[in-house]
């Protein structure tokens, strides 16, 4: 109940959002109140015929659209900024009345303006406007969807310690390569080297890199290379990712090897 009135953001921006044409969960106060108020059925006016010659609403005042709302209100109090417009509250009412065999929609989806007598506005600048902005976003993400790469890899070098020297001179620094297939088939992955000619690449005891769809995996590696005296550091360099059943086009993720 907290959650839902001091964090939704939907209590806040609905506001913005709203007219006198726009849907919302209403209580009909006129049917509900009559003239003369509420008053429940064991008032002495049991049947609807009963109660409308009295001027008493169809509300019974049986409290089930307060006991059923997450957030607590009384529907029947008008609209408050905490309504979520679940519709567990018209739920709850047309048990009631199906209960007593009166007609349902005293709490039912409508509008300001067909409360007031008139006929609810569907198509208006506003709903046209909310329509082309959801048309863009359905679009761009479709988009996305289908122009996403088959495998999402990125490469993090590990820095304590940045490099190793090694007993015959070449120096040595360690990553972490993240695979992520994303394609709809099974991969199996080659990792290579380019931009440090002569430099070798240890993938420790992992022989084969091989996912299923949506499967991902953490891959240390380690790059041993005999850095000539004029290199810079860090020097750049690329590792190239292949599907070995040539699925996918090689990949290539930019790095940096460190000599000093």
């Known amino acids: 109940e907290q959650v839902c009135t001091f964090m939704c953001p939907y209590a806040r921006f609905q506001s913005v959002m709203f ?8 209580y009909d106060e006129a049917r509900g109140e009559g003239t003369a108020g509420r008053a429940k059925v064991k008032a002495g006016l049991k049947t609807r015929e009963e109660r409308q010659a009295a001027g008493v609403g169809d509300c019974i005042d049986c409290g089930y659209c307060v006991q ?5 209100i009384d529907i029947r109090d008008g609209l408050q900024f905490q309504c979520i417009h679940c519709a567990l509250c018209i739920d709850a009412c047309d048990t009631i009345m199906d209960k007593q065999g009166w007609p349902r929609g005293l709490i039912a989806y409508t509008s300001e303006r067909e409360q007031e007598g008139g ?23 479709a988009g996305s ?27 040595q620094n360690g990553y972490e390569i993240r ?31 091989r996912l299923e ?3 991902r995996v953490t891959v240390a590696v380690r790059v041993r290379y005999d850095v000539p005296a004029d290199a810079p550091s860090p020097q750049p360099f690329r590792f190239v ?3 070995r059943d040539g699925h996918i086009e090689p990949l290539e993720v930019t790095s940096q090897f460190s000599h000093r």
């Open 145 to 171: 969807i289908l122009g996403r790469a088959p495998v999402d890899a990125n490469v993090n070098q590990v820095r304590q310690p940045l490099y190793v020297q090694m007993s015959d001179g070449r120096i």
């Open 19 to 26: 007219d006198r044409d726009t849907m919302i969960v209403s």
């Open 213 to 215: 769809p949506g499967d």
């Open 179 to 209: 695979l992520n297939n994303t394609a709809d088939r099974e991969l199996d992955f080659d990792i290579a080297l380019a931009g440090l000619e002569g430099a070798d690449l240890d993938l420790g005891q992992v022989e084969h890199i």
């Open 241 to 243: 990712i292949t599907d």
């Open 68 to 72: 059923v709302c997450p957030t607590g």
């Open 119 to 141: 006929k609810t506005r569907f198509l208006r600048g506003k709903t046209l406007g909310y329509g082309a902005a959801v048309l863009v976003v359905i679009v761009a993400l």
